[in-house]
């Protein structure tokens, strides 16, 4: 069974400097996501990782994959205010030929101050 | 292009009761998955529908089901509710190419469910 392990669960950053958030999991896939999550909120899409070796950058975040170590991590750059929320990572696998289904991380919450 | 919606969005029921929640997928996606959200823990997949049906399923019981419509739209309906039932309750869809087997890059979710037990 394909498990999916954040760390850290909480993450108390200062505004401006940087952080970083792991994701590990158990077994092969061809697909990571990034997602933020606001409180009481739906799932917004940050990044689609689909190969080894893969970075992607969107403002203050970077993500990338290791497919060999079964790891990404989401890289925060100069921590702001608004960045305060919960990511999650979640990994992608084929159930049959026609259906897929993400299995989630624990999520990372992140409580940025001043 | 419209996104995922979700109807309604907040709702109570008693143990016991049934209930119906709908997803309307955005346009161009042929599939629905659902997902079960509890508080302070991660979406946990609980089936996925491509086809008008369910083509995929996750470790919840038979009394939770759901139906596709021609449209795509989805249903998830749940019979003898649960106080563990309570949760947040996220619909996704993804467009899926069977010619090209290629899909699922793009999940779209919609703002989801409260769905409260009492």
């Known amino acids: 069974e394909l498990k999916v392990e954040q760390n850290p669960l909480f993450l108390s950053m200062q505004e401006g400097k940087n952080y970083t958030i792991y994701c590990n999991y158990s077994t092969t896939s061809d697909r990571l996501y990034w997602y933020r999550q606001d409180p009481g909120k739906s799932l917004e899409s940050l990044f689609v990782l689909l190969s080894n070796g893969a970075v992607k950058q969107e403002g203050r975040l970077m993500a990338s994959l290791d497919t060999k170590a079964r790891l990404s991590t989401l890289h925060i750059t100069a921590a702001v205010h608004d960045l305060s929320a919960t990511y999650f990572c979640?990994?992608?696998?084929?159930?049959?030929?026609?259906?897929?289904?993400?299995?989630f991380g624990t999520g990372t919450r992140l409580q940025v101050t001043l | 292009e419209t996104g995922v919606t979700q109807s309604p969005t907040h709702l109570i029921k008693t143990r016991g009761q049934q209930v119906t929640l709908r997803c309307s997928s955005q346009s161009g996606h042929n599939t629905v998955s659902w997902y079960q959200q509890a508080l302070g823990q991660g979406p946990q997949f609980i089936f996925q529908y491509y086809r008008e049906e369910e083509n995929g399923r996750g470790n919840f019981p038979p009394r939770f089901s759901g139906l596709q419509f021609p449209n795509y739209s989805s249903e998830l309906n749940v019979n003898a509710l649960e106080l563990d039932d309570s949760a947040l309750y996220l619909c996704?869809?993804?467009?899926?190419?069977?010619?090209?087997?290629?899909?699922?890059?793009?999940?779209?979710f919609g703002s989801g469910t409260r769905l409260t037990v009492v």
């Open positions: 996704a869809s993804s467009p899926f190419h069977l010619r090209t087997g290629r899909g699922f890059y793009g999940y779209t």
């Open positions: 979640a990994v992608a696998r084929a159930l049959t030929g026609t259906a897929s289904k993400l299995t």
